[in-house]
């Protein structure tokens, strides 16, 4: 249950981010331009420079506790060897103390010491002892208790055991059954009753205490050897400094519902003993409960926080006394230093991408000036419909580009919009003349039928002939339906044209149509193939040649057909057919002279083409002097009948 529980959070977190990310990204795309190059700008240098920064400080705050770790550990060290070479001078003197034969047959012996014997001690024995001890300058005092009735007290250093400071070290002794333990408690300078109140005042100790055994293992005293606290352990026990951001414990690692007799160490709380620094707030109570839950092994680190704080503790295991020697570091110092410092600087860097940002919009504002102008251009243009609308240019950038552009475009628009007025004005014109026409031809159709009549009543059948394929010309001429035929009508126009044409000359001019039905249905212009006949017989046929011939076939390639017209006539020079091809690629049909020998009607058949079907149709025209000449016309594969399959019989160009 927990476990869905968890993966319901997740999924919801990740539907608020993404719904957060897609409003955020739709009130984006409301806004101009300039607003979304300053997003995008706060963006790509913010958020590098933000998680550059925190990468920075997060770097710097693991140097910086490392720095911290590294010093306190060497004073945590330092204090740890000087606490251990303390005990091991205590030890030694201690271990001198009982190791003179005179002094422990004078502690143990039980019988009366005579005059002379107390005299000797005094003067060869009792100096050794005070000379150890003013060799130590750091042990206090050298005490040796005996419970021998016979034993005088020499002070400072030979006591009975009645003037013990603590009446339960004598059980602890017997426990120990000769073995050192470390007592630290809090007694008075001097043993002696009676002396002067100052001298009586107490002071705390760190005291070595071991039993002394006469022979046989039976008890007979205790030898201390005690040391200020201040002086055995100063940067725990001894005047706090009030810049000083640690504090030192000595703590005894076990719980003491855990002490036993073969502990070394017999107070109940050695925290209580420490001095507590201004700088930490920190109760001792909860110092040793917190250390006890955190130790782990004979050394180490650990953080922790109390009250919102943060602090570093660090603890190393004292030898000899069962205990640990803890240093607790106040952090909030440093700490809030660096955090001040990276606040500063966050604060700093964005007060500076702030004051870019407005540097940058500024000259977003200049630069997009001309956008601005652009857009409102635009608007007016599609609100008002003013194509006139001259649009000014600055500068020679992308932005100024693009309104060279769209000035040219709008000029484009004004051509192609009087363009196509002038076409409709034409149209219109062209319609009411074709009305025009319609109703003259019905008149010369009227003429042209009784004059017919009258040819076939008097018998003159050809001439009846011609009257019927004139009539059908114009009929042909005069009823524009559209501007593209079958190519079946046009061969039939072409058929009545040459039918005329042979009454003039006699029927010497033959017409051969090689085309299949597949190609009768083809697309193409009307009135296109008259053109190029006319041209042939005008300007191909010479009067001493007899009979003249005009083919007509076709052939297709791929979605192009090529419709030939090759009469046999006395054809044109190769400079002729030249000049001819490139006044066909001009684009000014003035340019042509009337006399260029049917250049001007073959350029209209080539300009139609080229403007109905695009530039790469047209007319190519090849020649043999004195054999032929070939006019082809290159159109689209179209036909006017669709569904019916006209590729079966299309004939290929090979």
Not at 107 to 114: A, C, K, N, P, V
Not at 571 to 585: C, D, F, P, T, V
Request: glycine letters at 6%; aromatic letters at 8%; proline letters at 3%.
């Amino acid at each position: 249950m927990p476990g869905r529980a968890r993966s319901q959070m997740k999924s919801l977190l990740r539907r608020t981010i993404w719904q957060w990310v897609k409003g955020t990204a739709d009130r984006l795309g409301g806004c101009s331009l300039q607003v979304k190059l300053i997003v995008a700008y706060i963006g790509v240098i913010l958020i590098p420079v933000v998680l550059f920064s925190l990468y920075t400080f997060h770097q710097l705050y693991e140097n910086t506790m490392q720095d911290i770790t590294v010093q306190n550990q060497y004073v945590l060290d330092t204090e740890l060897a000087h606490i251990h070479s303390n005990m091991e001078i205590m030890e030694r003197t201690a271990q001198l103390a009982i190791s003179d034969r005179n002094v422990l047959r004078y502690l143990t012996e039980e019988r009366e010491i005579s005059s002379d014997e107390l005299v000797q001690f005094n003067l060869n024995v009792f100096p050794n002892l005070q000379h150890l001890l003013y060799s130590n300058p750091n042990v206090e005092n050298i005490r040796l208790y005996t419970n021998n009735p016979q034993a005088h007290e020499i002070w400072p250093m030979i006591f009975n055991e009645s003037r013990l400071p603590k009446a339960s070290w004598l059980k602890t002794a017997q426990l120990r059954q000769g073995k050192i333990w470390w007592e630290m408690y809090k007694g008075p300078k001097s043993l002696l009753l009676g002396l002067s109140r100052q001298e009586s005042e107490k002071v705390q100790y760190m005291a070595l205490l071991r039993e002394i055994q006469s022979t046989g293992g039976r008890h007979a005293g205790l030898v201390e050897t005690n040391m200020r606290l201040e002086l055995f352990s100063p940067r725990v026990f001894g005047i706090p400094q009030r810049d000083r951001a640690w504090q030192m414990f000595i703590l005894d690692g076990d719980d003491s519902s855990s002490r036993n007799a073969d502990k070394p160490m017999s107070s109940t709380n050695i925290a209580t003993a420490s001095s507590q620094s201004d700088s930490l707030s920190i109760p001792l109570s909860h110092v040793h409960h917190l250390f006890q839950s955190r130790v782990k092994g004979p050394g180490g680190v650990f953080d922790f926080s109390y009250e919102n704080k943060p602090y570093l503790g660090m603890y190393r295991y004292i030898e000899g006394l069962d205990a640990y020697l803890l240093n607790v570091v106040a952090l909030d110092g440093p700490l809030g230093d660096l955090r001040q410092k990276r606040n500063a600087m966050l604060l700093i860097i964005c007060m500076l991408i702030l004051f870019m940002s407005v540097i940058s919009y500024t000259l977003h504002a200049f630069i997009l000036k001309q956008l601005h102008t652009l857009r409102e251009s635009m608007k007016k243009v599609e609100q008002e419909g003013d194509f006139q609308l001259r649009i000014p240019v600055y500068g020679q950038g992308e932005v100024a580009e693009l309104a060279l552009y769209f000035r040219s475009l709008l000029s484009r628009i004004n051509g192609l919009i009087a363009e196509a007025v002038h076409k409709q004005a034409a149209a219109q014109e062209a319609e009411l003349l074709a009305l025009k026409h319609q109703i003259d031809s019905h008149f010369l159709y009227n003429t042209l039928e009784n004059l017919k009549m009258m040819a076939e009543i008097e018998r003159q059948y050809p001439l009846s002939d011609a009257l019927t394929s004139l009539g059908s010309m114009m009929r042909y001429n005069l009823q524009w339906s559209g501007s593209c035929v079958a190519l079946r009508d046009e061969i039939r126009h072409i058929q009545h044209y040459v039918a005329i044409m042979n009454i003039r000359h006699d029927n010497q001019i033959g017409l051969e149509i090689h085309l299949s039905s597949a190609f009768m249905e083809l697309e193409m212009l009307k009135m296109s193939l008259q053109p190029v006949v006319e041209n042939a017989i005008k300007h191909g046929w010479s009067t001493l040649q007899s009979p003249f011939s005009i083919t007509i076939e076709a052939c297709s390639k791929q979605d192009i057909i090529e419709l030939r017209i090759q009469d046999n006539g006395v054809g044109i020079s190769e400079e002729r057919r030249n000049a001819i091809m490139a006044g066909l690629s001009r684009t000014d049909m003035d340019s042509h002279e009337p006399g260029m020998n049917g250049g001007i009607g073959l350029y209209n058949v080539h300009r139609r083409l080229s403007m109905q079907y695009g530039e790469e149709y047209g007319i190519r025209l090849d020649s043999i002097p004195g054999q032929s000449t070939t006019v082809t016309l290159i159109l689209p594969r179209r036909y006017m009948m669709r569904g019916a399959d006209h590729d079966d019989q299309a004939v290929d160009c090979g």
